[in-house]
């Protein structure tokens, strides 16, 4: 080959490999380098290999004239036009696929192959990995623009493979891909990575990020896993498990595994020995289905090679790098290995001066739901996609309804106005291209193509938290902008009221000063949905479709009680990793006991009650034999939360506390469950709700740490109406002399002794002149919905500079 003259030109190994030669064998290649030399001895594993290199493939391209025919056959070429896009295209991988390497290159490559094969037996199962000389660049993401072959076994399969790689360079989505990023077709190159396969064919393997892909939070791992080789849950053909590790905690050693959640994992790619393809999917078996694929232990090791590959990466930058990655598990081994790794490049360049929130303003009938992508909206007419063959039938503006993607729908996807999968998890094919174009997407639908038809109306609703819904109609919606940058904080706290643990990594962006009310009514209600009672005594439950209900809910627990635990801790922990080190209050659950019996097999333990408002309620449940083993669980979990995950800026406060007694009685059984007040930095609080508790505030205040008041509550008893009743609905009012009066009470008491107090309500959102009372009593924080966050802040700010003056 005259353009090179030594095999170092040709190919170079791993170890001989870093970040500063993408120019020479493009960024995944050189990453994979990069982290195989300096990270393996960090104990993150990569499998060994070589990169052919980029002056390999220009020689390769000039000796053979291909460079000239190549040029020639773009020089026309329209990429808005589908069918031009695919002609030339294919005319370009064709001449490529079907023109032989010089035999330099190929002595080169078959070398390095049985080099590779020594000591492992011949010939070695390799993955062929296409690095384009542009990938990872800071505002352009080739991530899956070229192709990759598994299972590739000897040397012609192995040359065949790399020309494959080459040819890829010109596929339709690459082509299109580089003429909107304004890159020149003969500027980029080409280099080959060729590495050992992990057998995860038999093992599980999957995605990784180093922040939240939806939200761009930088303190958590997102990590996705399926059953078998990788390409599936890359290519979105498969629901996988999601799992979401807090950074800064599992630095100190704690297990801070936030959210699990099983995805469906219907097929799994395995190796096709003897079938004519490298690789085939087959179905899962049911019972593996409902199974995480990896254990608790892999995730925690999955999430510190993340943090240690982003920190490297970070400091050779000089600035935060989260970076996309792909690991396998081996199933002979069962070693984990990270297989490639790359800078993110959508969240991550994301400015963070101004926040945008996009409003429903009307409701619609919901079609279906899946995994929202981004926190956008989007309407238009819907456009129902087979295949591949239909892609020129797509117009501008529609929503597109498909299976799944790949990237050769890339052209079309930027058309749309929104994008709804059956399949695929949020680090999918079609989540990524979604977030780079800005598009609201929802993934694994499982239903959608069935549901939704050509042109239909639809409105597609990412900004509802963590699950999209497809509605009926083109429903009006606003998107509001907020700049961050100059937004003075009062000195009165401004806390948020938070319950849905799937908003609060977008809501921590909100400018906070933590939580001041975690409800966990609502993580009890919609992601546990089962009477905790109904775990503990399953046995004697009489009620035939509770119990149906519950063995599906609790697939994969043989400690029912235990499925309590686990999924209330993840709720909280969510919440709380989200604000972290700031104090997050978590208030233990007040249901009445008309709203416990409507949790599944609720009815059977639950009385039946005149009045639930001041019944069976809040702190005279936890302490009482009907419910107090129930209220072991709540412990379990916040002690979970606390000591296992780390999250020790958790509070817990105690609901409905009638007297001081009961008070006591609530943290003996508190402390019995391994929540003692003070261990570990531990404080409890007390809702103040009830005219008692503010009568005997002080008395209150020597049990506590501090006091929250409720508004709804501490209204209604203090004015004799029941605040469910229309009728004397006109009667309630929290700006009432009486309230008031009461309210003030209240924190001079709390000042007296030295505790904390605060208000959760949106009382001080809707009168400014309630905000301004509270602001004069010298209230400590104001909690409110994180809608109202931000304009109460500004008019609290506004407030406090009036009275200093």
């Given at each position: 080959m005259s353009a090179v003259t030594t095999a170092v030109d040709l190919v170079r190994w791993f170890d001989q490999i870093g970040i500063d030669d993408v120019p020479s064998v493009g960024g995944k290649n050189a990453s994979l380098g990069e982290m195989y030399r300096e990270l393996t001895r960090d104990g993150v594993r990569i499998p060994n290999g070589f990169a052919t290199t980029a002056a390999a493939y220009r020689s390769f391209l000039e000796e053979s004239g291909l460079d000239e025919k190549i040029s020639q056959i773009l020089s026309d070429l329209d990429s808005g036009d589908i069918a031009n896009l695919r002609q030339r295209g294919r005319q370009v991988r064709h001449l490529i696929v079907e023109t032989e390497f010089p035999d330099e290159f190929k002595n080169a490559i078959c070398k390095a192959y049985r080099q590779l094969s020594q000591g492992r037996g011949e010939p070695i199962d390799v993955a062929v990995r296409s690095s384009a000389?542009?990938?990872?660049l800071p505002d352009a993401s080739f991530a899956g623009q070229q192709e990759t072959y598994l299972n590739v076994q000897g040397e012609s399969s192995l040359l065949d493979a790399c020309r494959r790689c080459f040819a890829s360079l010109f596929t339709d989505r690459a082509i299109s891909y580089r003429v909107d990023k304004g890159f020149d077709h003969t500027k980029i190159a080409l280099s080959v990575g060729v590495q050992v396969m992990v057998r995860s064919d038999i093992g599980t393997s999957g995605v990784m990020f180093s922040l939240d892909t939806e939200s761009g939070f930088r303190d958590a791992v997102l990590i996705n896993a399926a059953y078998g080789l990788g390409e599936n849950v890359v290519q979105g053909a498969v629901n996988p498990?999601?799992?979401?590790?807090f950074k800064p905690t599992l630095?100190?050693?704690?297990?801070?595994?936030?959210?699990?959640?099983?995805?469906?994992?219907?097929?799994?790619?395995?190796y096709d020995i003897g079938g004519g393809k490298l690789t085939k999917n087959v179905p899962v078996p049911l019972e593996d289905r409902v199974r995480f694929a990896v254990d608790d232990d892999d995730i925690l090791t999955l999430a510190t090679w993340a943090c240690q590959i982003e920190e490297h990466y970070s400091e050779k930058k000089g600035h935060p790098c989260p970076m996309d990655m792909e690991w396998a598990k081996d199933g002979i081994t069962g070693e984990l290995f990270i297989v490639q790794a790359r800078p993110e490049t959508v969240q991550s360049q994301r400015s963070k001066d101004r926040l945008e929130t996009y409003h429903l303003q009307a409701g619609g009938t919901p079609i279906l739901t899946g995994g929202a992508v981004g926190a956008r909206i989007g309407s238009g007419r819907v456009r129902v996609i087979a295949d591949a063959s239909r892609l020129a039938e797509f117009q501008e503006g529609e929503v597109l309804v498909t299976e799944k993607t790949d990237p050769d729908w890339e052209p079309i996807m930027k058309k749309a106005a929104a994008i709804v999968t059956n399949r695929g998890g949020r680090t999918c094919h079609a989540a990524i291209v979604s977030r780079e174009l800005g598009l609201p997407a929802?993934?694994?639908?499982?239903?959608?193509?069935?549901?939704?038809?050509?042109?239909?109306?639809?409105?597609?609703s990412c900004a509802e938290g963590d699950s999209g819904v497809v509605y009926e109609g083109l429903l009006p919606f606003e998107v509001e902008e907020t700049q961050l940058n100059n937004l003075q904080r009062p000195k009165t706290k401004m806390m948020m009221i938070l319950a849905n643990p799937d908003e609060a990594f977008s809501m921590s962006f909100i400018p906070n000063d933590g939580v001041g009310l975690a409800r966990m009514e609502f993580i009890i209600n919609n992601h546990i949905k089962v009477h905790p009672l109904a775990l503990l005594k399953f046995d004697e439950l009489t009620d035939v479709a509770a119990r149906t209900e519950i063995e599906r809910l609790t697939a994969g627990y043989s400690d029912k009680p235990q499925y309590f635990v686990d999924r209330l801790a993840e709720g909280v922990g969510m919440i709380a990793a989200a604000f972290y080190p700031k104090d997050v209050i978590v208030r233990m659950s007040d249901f009445k006991t008309n709203e416990y019996a409507n949790l599944v097999g609720g009815r059977q333990f639950e009385p039946t009650e005149e009045n639930p408002m001041l019944g069976f309620r809040g702190a005279s449940r936890y302490y009482d034999e009907r419910y107090r083993e129930a209220f072991s669980l709540e412990c379990r979990a916040m002690k979970k939360v606390r000591d296992e995950m780390g999250l020790t800026n958790v509070k817990l406060m105690i609901p409905f506390c009638r007297t001081v007694d009961e008070g006591k009685r609530v943290q003996e059984v508190m402390t019995q469950h391994g929540l003692t007040r003070g261990e570990n930095g531990l404080e409890i609080y007390v809702m103040c709700e009830i005219p008692s508790n503010v009568i005997q505030a002080e008395a209150f205040a020597e049990i506590f740490d501090g006091f929250s008041i409720g508004s709804n509550d501490l209204t209604q008893l203090t004015l004799g109406v029941d605040r469910d009743s229309e009728i004397v609905a006109h009667i309630f009012n929290e700006r009432d002399p009486a309230v008031m009066a009461t309210i003030q009470s209240a924190i001079a008491s709390a000042k007296k002794t030295g505790r904390k107090i605060g208000i959760c309500g949106?009382?001080?959102?809707?009168?400014?002149?309630?905000?301004?009372?509270?602001v004069e009593q010298g209230i400590d924080s104001i909690s409110l919905n994180p809608d109202a966050v931000l304009k109460t802040t500004v008019r609290i700010g506004e407030m406090e500079k009036r009275l200093a003056n």
């Open positions: 000389t542009a990938e990872d498990d999601e799992y979401y590790v630095r100190s050693g704690s297990r801070p595994i936030l959210k699990k959640s099983v995805g469906s994992k219907e097929i799994k790619m395995v929802i993934v694994g639908t499982l239903r959608g193509t069935d549901l939704l038809h050509d042109g239909q109306e639809v409105t597609v949106q009382g001080p959102s809707d009168y400014p002149e309630f905000a301004e009372f509270l």
